[in-house]
């Protein structure tokens, strides 16, 4: 907008300030400040400043597991572990007690028999997981760490810090260093320690399940009863956010379950994996085995989902320019993954290789939830199972792991017809709309490569063009609700006999919906309106005064959904349209309400119709007519 006729405006929108419920004008600058009241009963996305997609109004709550990265240990059980003082260390199992010499703060032991121990004892308690944690200075020949309760043990193969697990079988047991049947061996120990892992009793381990290097490890011998679990203040029928990572992995897999709730797929691959679930009739969330799994996992998460509705949105274009208030109307994902590629709704053909939560590369959100597909150049995925009729829209963001590639983006039943698309190295959103009457409808991405590609994001919406992007997290399908923006302005703010009407918007696509906003007293019956009609490309504005259509002008451009400087003046007898710096419209007759009869500005016509859809990045009423070189200016 020209900084010159700011002064003049009464009213001004840009995509600035807001808070639930509200979009704020930016003028006028005084109370009563008739803000927008804003209302959308869901969260929904939008892309930040910097080209992300995110949630708006969607909060992750405090983290729940305690020790998720089990490296919580308890208070040290060692007497002089530092070596501070001469004592406390003493010889055992036939060895000398002189083969022990403690000075310098480092304790040095030479075996003098073969199985001689240098040793403390400790109360412990039976059947729980303890750390030790050893400086090793220097060795010679075969000496070993132990604990004498369970006959763990550790031969000494390097210098420097080992880090050593055991559960004893008894409440006592000695710890130290022994020869290895080795007369002659010996080892200078700068510190040891030993504390209790998990000492509050976080975790609960079923059998083939310990903790060690700060991780939940796996042995393969559990059976289907046999979990880690770990109990929660959940909140019945509330989302929540769960995620591990798999270090390492020699075989098998592991899934979340929720007592009486089912569930959620089962996994393998090394790295981060994230799901969402829908809390039922148990507090307690189990990790389990269904095949023998061998591994480390750590980093167990577990976080509320929290929906805040009725948040505007900024929005941005991918590359985080042209701010705009973005409002769209209903819609829903059919798909019930639309971002977990790995669920069996998802089907892959022969050679379909997926890598769900891949973090090969941060995906259109700025994390590593996306999932890399590596094809043969001729098979697919697709889900096929929807059943959806009339106008489908499928979009998708995909990315190449390397170089330009050829992907085809179609419909389950290939009636619509085949897109193919050209993905580069850039994440880029596809989309593929048409109406094949009553069949069912899907979505199909095929002739993934070799060399692999980067998938996220995928949809499938009962409409003509695709919208932001919805994602389902559960297992089933997730609506955005319509969004409108209504009641700003007063009598006082607004002429009713003369004035100007401005906006910089871009539709949501060129389809058959009319979509506008207007001044209005409340009523369709006197209303000035401007907006995108039902004709292709065209861009309307009309003026009623007792149900009486005074001024109807229209005027078709280039392209309706990139955004357009619109402006319509207003005056007895003297109707005007600006678009992008010309006058495209004029109409010299029409007469113009009685003053105070407009009295708010609405993102519809005025009475609850119509409402606009698209995107605004200025909204504008002036109180007075402006000159024709003033509205070049304006929209120019």
């Known amino acids: 907008m020209a900084d010159g006729l700011l002064n003049k405006a009464s009213i ?4 600035t300030g807001y808070k639930a419920g509200t979009l704020y004008n930016v003028a006028p600058v005084v109370e009563p400040y008739e803000d927008f009241d804003f209302a959308r009963a869901s969260v929904a996305s939008r892309v930040n400043s ?23 240990l308890g208070s040290e059980l060692v007497t002089n572990g530092d070596f501070a003082t001469d004592s406390d260390w003493t010889a055992a199992y036939g060895e000398s007690q002189s083969s022990i010499v403690i000075s310098n703060n480092q304790l040095s032991f030479t075996s003098t ?11 412990v308690i039976s059947g729980k997981t303890y750390k030790m944690l050893v400086d090793i200075d220097s060795f010679s020949g075969s000496m070993r760490i132990f604990s004498a309760s369970g006959n763990d043990a550790k031969i000494i193969s390097s210098t420097g810090l080992i880090e050593f697990y055991f559960v004893p079988d008894a409440n006592t047991t000695l710890i130290g260093f022994s020869a290895n049947n080795d007369v002659g061996a010996s080892v200078v120990v700068n510190s040891i320690s030993v504390k209790q892992v998990d000492p509050n009793d976080y ?78 009739a148990s507090n307690e969330l189990r990790l389990r085995s269904n095949d023998s799994f061998i591994g480390k996992i750590t980093n167990v998460s577990v976080q509320e989902v929290i929906d805040t509705n009725n948040i505007p949105r900024i929005s941005y274009d991918s590359n985080g320019e042209n701010g705009h208030i973005l409002l769209e109307p209903t819609s829903t994902n059919f798909l019930p993954y639309s971002n977990d590629f790995s669920q069996s709704n998802w089907v892959k053909q022969t050679n379909i290789t997926p890598t769900y939560n891949t973090t090969e590369t941060l995906s259109p959100d700025g994390t590593y939830n996306a999932t890399k597909l590596v094809g043969n150049g001729t ?23 390397s170089g330009t590639i050829n992907v085809k983006l179609k419909d389950s039943n290939v009636d619509i017809g085949t897109e193919t698309l050209t993905v580069t190295t850039e994440w880029q959103r596809f989309y593929l709309s048409g109406d094949n009457g009553t069949s069912t409808q899907g979505i199909w991405i095929d002739d993934i490569p070799l060399s692999g590609v980067y998938i996220f994001g995928a949809q499938v919406e009962n409409l003509p063009y695709t919208t932001s992007y919805i994602p389902t997290l559960t297992g089933s399908t997730e609506t955005r609700a319509t969004e409108t923006a209504n009641g700003a302005g007063s009598a006082d703010l607004i002429n009713s006999t003369e004035g100007v009407l401005y906006a910089e918007i871009a539709a949501l696509d060129d389809s058959t919906t009319t979509t506008i906003f207007s001044l209005s007293n409340g009523t369709n019956a006197n209303t000035l309106y401007m907006g995108f009609s039902s004709t292709s490309n065209t861009i309307q504005a009309q003026l009623v005064v007792g149900n009486v259509a005074q001024t109807n002008m229209n005027y078709v451009v280039t ?11 207003y005056q007895n007898n003297n109707h005007k349209m600006y ?54 200016n304006l929209t120019g």
């Open 203 to 280: 975790w609960t381990l079923g059998t083939g399940w310990s903790i060690g290097d700060n991780a939940l490890v796996g042995n393969g011998t559990m059976t289907a009863s046999d979990t880690a679990n770990q109990a929660y203040d959940f909140t019945d029928g509330n989302t929540y956010k769960f995620s591990f990572e798999i270090t390492e992995r020699t075989q098998g897999s592991v899934f979340i379950r929720e007592p009486f709730n089912g569930y959620l797929d089962a996994t393998g691959d090394v790295g981060v994996h994230t799901f969402y679930y829908v809390a039922g």
């Open 50 to 72: 910097s080209g992300l997609v995110e949630m708006v109004g969607r909060t992750i709550g405090s983290e729940l597991v305690q020790n998720g990265d089990f490296s919580e």
């Open 379 to 401: 098979d697919g995925i697709f889900d096929g199972s929807l059943s959806i009729t009339g106008d489908v829209t499928r979009s998708v963001y995909l990315k190449s792991v």
């Open 113 to 123: 028999v073969a199985f001689g121990f240098a040793s403390q004892e400790i109360n």
């Open 12 to 15: 001004i929108l840009t995509p």
């Open 579 to 632: 678009i992008n710096g010309s006058e495209v419209a004029v109409d010299t007759s029409g007469s113009v309400p009685s003053a105070n009869t407009f009295d708010r500005l609405n993102f519809n016509l005025g009475q609850g119709s119509f409402d606009f859809y698209g995107k605004c990045k200025a909204l504008a009423v002036f109180n007075e007519a402006l000159s024709d070189s003033e509205l070049n």
């Open 559 to 569: 392209d309706r959904t990139q955004f357009n400087k619109v402006a319509v003046l």
